[in-house]
């Protein structure tokens, strides 16, 4: 049971986080009279534009409210109930969505089990049979987290191998980037390096996670794909009347580079906090610290005594292995009292 007692700032999640400062004054700057409903607005083309400008003029933009929402809306739109979407045993799709793609799209999800979190193409290749069999769902999709569940990223490189591997088999690459400006800043990378220039097909991207209210938006470098979405948006429950309120915030990320600076801070908190309970026995960090996110065996006994003053959540409960998630707004303060704590805690 986790106290009341509790920081301002803890490391279960950058949901937990609060709201930047700049969406928030981008917030007050939308609430000023009248504008049409329904993404027929100023901010939401403004908006639009940016992401023009970081991924390219060739692609579309929707707005929707959540990252599941993100998700399951753009699967639907590329593909029918008897395709399947390939993803990684660990991926969000399928593990905490509570099966909102599979009752949504009417697909199967094939998962492959990865020690780190990310497909290769040699692990996909035993799911590619009975094609063109009617007894048989059809893969249709490969979808990746970015970064990953584990917090680890795709390289360009890899991304590339995985949309060139698809699409000569006919397949689809969607991309789950909820945390994809963590990637790129990991990666020194811009945007369009992990999308765009390597061949994904639709993208979901992730703005709640980097400092927004909430407000997710889905992409399509495949611009055919998105013909009908207005309409697959709208029957999902996600067209936002009051749009304005979502776009305005993904204006205020894409502008200045607001997006890459939160991330970069989010990620060097995740690195500083990792070099600091390397110190620590019998603490072992199990994953590359890539992006945003640390996980680390922590022995079991020590778990609920730490979890009294810091909410964290426990990742695999056989091994004991948590996950330590930091913010765009974790100070090195919050990290210092965490591992002074876990130092007195399992000394």
């Known amino acids: 049971m986790v106290s009341r007692r509790k ?3 803890s490391f279960a999640s950058d949901n937990n986080a609060g709201v930047h400062p700049r969406v928030l004054r981008a917030l007050e700057r939308a609430n000023v009279g009248h504008v049409v409903a329904y993404g ?6 403004s908006a ?4 023009r400008e970081q991924l390219g003029d060739d692609i579309e933009v929707f707005f929707v409210f959540s990252g599941t929402g993100a998700n399951v809306l753009g699967l639907k739109a590329m593909t029918q109930p008897y395709h399947a979407v390939i993803c990684a045993e660990t991926a969000h799709i399928n593990v905490d969505e509570c099966g909102a793609p599979e009752k949504f799209t009417g697909c199967k999800l094939l998962t492959v089990p990865t020690t780190d979190g990310k497909l290769r193409a040699e692990d996909i290749k035993p799911l590619l049979h009975g094609i063109g069999v009617e007894h048989h769902v059809q893969p249709r999709i490969i979808s990746i987290s970015q970064a990953t569940e584990m917090g680890t990223v795709y390289r360009p490189e890899e991304i590339k191998t995985l949309a060139d591997f698809a699409h000569q088999r006919n397949l689809l690459l969607h991309v789950d980037g909820a945390r994809l400006a963590n990637a790129a800043v990991g990666l020194k990378a811009r945007l369009r390096e992990l999308t765009t220039d390597v061949g994904v097909d639709v993208l979901s991207f992730g703005g709640t ?4 209210m909430y407000g997710e938006a889905v992409v399509f470098f495949n611009r055919n794909l998105a013909a009908d979405f207005k309409f697959i948006r709208k029957q999902g429950s996600h067209l936002a009347s009051k749009m304005r309120f979502i776009s305005v915030q993904f204006e205020a990320l894409l502008t200045n580079d607001l997006w890459k600076k939160n991330a970069a801070h989010a990620n060097r908190m995740a690195q500083i906090l990792a070099q600091e309970l390397a110190k620590i026995r019998p603490i072992e960090i199990t994953q590359k610290v890539e992006a945003n996110g640390v996980f680390a065996i922590v022995p079991q006994r020590y778990v609920p005594l730490l979890q009294k003053e810091y909410f964290f959540y426990v990742w695999n409960e056989a091994m004991s292995e948590v996950r330590l998630m930091t913010s765009f707004d974790t100070t090195e303060e919050d990290i210092q009292r965490f591992v002074r704590l876990v130092k007195k805690t399992v000394k």
């Open 48 to 51: 639009v534009g940016r992401f």
């Open 7 to 9: 920081p301002s700032r």
């Open 209 to 212: 996670k980097n400092g927004l």
């Open 40 to 45: 027929d607005d100023l901010y939401t083309e």
